[in-house]
């Protein structure tokens, strides 16, 4: 048997102790924000409440729009203490809780099969979703930390009459609903908050609205989503273009797929409808039976089709480029404008 001619050990470093600043603030409401939309058809069908679209990540603390952990498209979500609920059993030693009555809609309910809970900040919870949502297979899939509304509560931006600060800013921006596509539901964004910026908008402290902030962040997820789900259709298209599995199985778009496909505006590319008739005609002729006669005009509507799809995606590539490079002239407000042109003519 060899034996190394020394013992080696891993190296080693010096204890550094490291004063997190921000343990601090670990308690303090945080909120998330995603523009892209990930949950199957099947799954909305299924669950009405997720209907609008958006994402579900793996926390406690996302529960203001009743499925918990789900973030809804293009709308503020706030990160709030949550609760691991589980058998006292398993928590005598761990520092847990025992939950108490519960009330739901101001019904009493006993807490009679002595559960407890450990406590899960937001901070801790944001933490946790960034760092999965920052390196998706290696890329960022576009949920971000809206950082303008750090510290506000649910209250501060909602009101029972919908006129808060959020109520506000959502109802300019989606009067007539969300747009299907990414581009266009940026643009509604845009839209949206340039009329926000006209009313002056503040919270019940006094405090402006920071809504050139505010846009930055959401035109920050719509470039990670992006960039992210080219790269997703890009492994299907392979896939695709690959043809038939060596198993004998046919690659097709996933669920993921399809969304993707609306919301980035991409042309499919499943085989062409030439290709398949290639296919059955060339299995037919091998069998010694005589290929079926089709219509030529099938095919100038197909060449027609083809052509005006290929015009499309030329026109789109232009605005979609806008997407990988955040614009943030875009996102100024008039008076903001106002005083950087003022400032140059000072300068001048």
Not at 49 to 61: A, D, K, M, N, S
Not at 254 to 278: F, K, P, Y
Request: proline share 3%; net charge negative; charged share 30%.
């Amino acid at each position: 048997m060899a034996v190394a001619e020394r013992f080696i050990k891993p190296q080693t470093q010096p204890t550094v102790e490291i004063y997190d600043a921000g343990a601090k603030d670990r308690e303090t409401p945080r909120w998330l924000g995603y523009v892209g939309d990930r949950i199957p058809r099947r799954r909305k069908q299924e669950n009405h409440w997720l209907r609008i679209g958006g994402c579900q990540e793996r926390t406690v603390c996302i529960q203001k729009y009743v499925v918990e952990g789900y973030i809804p498209r293009a709308y503020a979500t706030p990160v709030e203490q949550g609760r691991n609920i589980m058998p006292m059993d398993h928590l005598r030693h761990a520092g847990g809780k025992r939950l108490g009555a519960v009330s739901v809609e101001g019904e009493i309910i006993a807490n009679n099969r002595d559960l407890g809970y450990t406590l899960v900040e937001p901070g801790d919870a944001v933490q946790n979703i960034l760092r999965r949502a920052h390196n998706d297979h290696g890329m960022r899939n576009g949920v971000v930390e809206l950082k303008s509304l750090y510290g506000r509560t649910w209250a501060e931006g909602h009101k029972p009459d919908e006129s808060g600060v959020l109520d506000r800013v959502e109802a300019l921006c989606f009067a007539d609903g969300q747009a299907e596509t990414l581009r266009e539901l940026k643009n509604q964004i845009v839209e949206g908050l340039k009329l926000a910026a006209l009313e002056n908008l503040r919270f019940d402290d006094g405090k402006l609205f920071d809504l050139d902030t505010f846009g930055l962040e959401w035109e920050q997820s719509a470039a990670d989503f992006y960039e992210w789900g080219m790269a997703k259709l890009d492994e299907e298209n392979t896939n695709l273009r690959t043809g038939t599995h060596s198993a004998g199985l046919v690659y097709r778009y996933s669920a993921l797929g399809e969304l993707l496909l609306t919301q980035l505006e991409v042309v499919r590319q499943d085989r062409s409808q030439i290709e398949q008739w290639n296919q059955q005609f060339s299995q037919m002729r091998s069998q010694g039976q005589a290929a079926p006669e089709f219509n030529p005009s099938d095919l100038i509507e197909l060449g027609r089709r083809l052509a005006q799809a290929e015009q499309q995606l030329a026109a789109k590539d232009a605005e979609l480029e806008t997407l990988r490079n955040p614009q943030k002239e875009h996102w100024k407000t008039r008076e903001k404008r106002e005083r950087e042109a003022a400032a140059q003519q000072g300068e001048e």
